[in-house]
């Protein structure tokens, strides 16, 4: 199971363009990579996946590199609302899906 | 279409009580987890099944057993409730694709035991 390592904590404001990067340095070549988003007292809601290069949808981007050893989830342009718990979770052929400690990112006004 | 539902929501135990969570989910997905997860912390994986019949150990299983009898339905018993298993649990379940790895989690359980 591929191990992954986010920072702790990021703090941005409205408007802003946030970057969360994940290092998954023994990823496996039928891993995926999935981010979570976690509100208080809520269930993880999933944001957005992929498995190399760019992904893209209404709510984020996901960039891979071509050695997938990483991973960095962009959120364009974040309000109060973004203001959530990020989790990074590679994922193949393992059932164990764990979770890391995630990243806090705070949105100020 | 309901998704995961848990229940109960909320529940205080005392010491040494024993109580079952529920969930069941109508999304017809081969996968299901349950999760812990402490103020403050990640999720850990307590227990997860592959499909009816078949269930295997997370990473944090002692003091909890589950059973997988029907697609829809997997129950978390908690055995001689400890101070240590308060914790918000959640259910989640993922479609047959497992490399995707998308999961879909229920509202959670809040569990206190005092």
């Known amino acids: 199971l591929a191990k992954t390592t986010q920072p702790i904590s990021m703090d941005s404001y409205e408007g802003q363009e946030v970057n969360i990067t994940c290092s998954h340095n023994?990823?496996?070549?039928?891993?995926?990579i999935t981010w979570y988003q976690q509100f208080p007292s809520q269930g993880p809601r999933f944001i957005i996946q992929?498995?190399?290069t760019k992904v893209t949808n209404e709510v984020a981007s996901l960039f891979i590199p071509a050695d997938r050893k990483s991973s960095t989830l962009s959120l364009p342009r974040v309000s109060l609302s973004d203001t959530a718990v990020y989790y990074c979770?590679?994922?193949?052929?393992?059932?164990?899906?764990?979770f890391g400690a995630g990243t806090t990112v705070t949105v100020r006004a | 279409n309901a998704g995961v539902t848990q229940t109960p929501k909320f529940r205080i135990l005392k010491i040494g009580q024993s109580m079952t969570l529920q969930c069941t989910q109508d999304?017809?997905?081969?996968?299901m987890y349950w999760y812990r997860q402490d103020p403050g912390m990640g999720l850990k994986l307590i227990y997860y099944s592959v499909g009816a019949g078949i269930t295997d150990k997370g990473e944090v299983p002692n003091g909890y057993n589950v059973s997988r009898s029907t697609t829809e339905d997997f129950p978390l018993r908690l055995e001689l409730a400890a101070p240590s298993q308060t914790s918000v649990y959640f259910c989640?379940?993922?479609?047959?694709?497992?490399?995707?790895?998308?999961?879909?989690f229920g509202e959670g359980s809040r569990l206190t035991v005092l």
């Open positions: 992929g498995y190399k």
């Open positions: 023994n990823i496996a070549t039928n891993d995926y």
């Open positions: 989640a379940s993922s479609p047959r694709t497992i490399n995707t790895g998308e999961l879909f």
């Open positions: 979770l590679v994922s193949g052929d393992d059932y164990k899906l764990s």
């Open positions: 999304m017809n997905h081969n996968y």
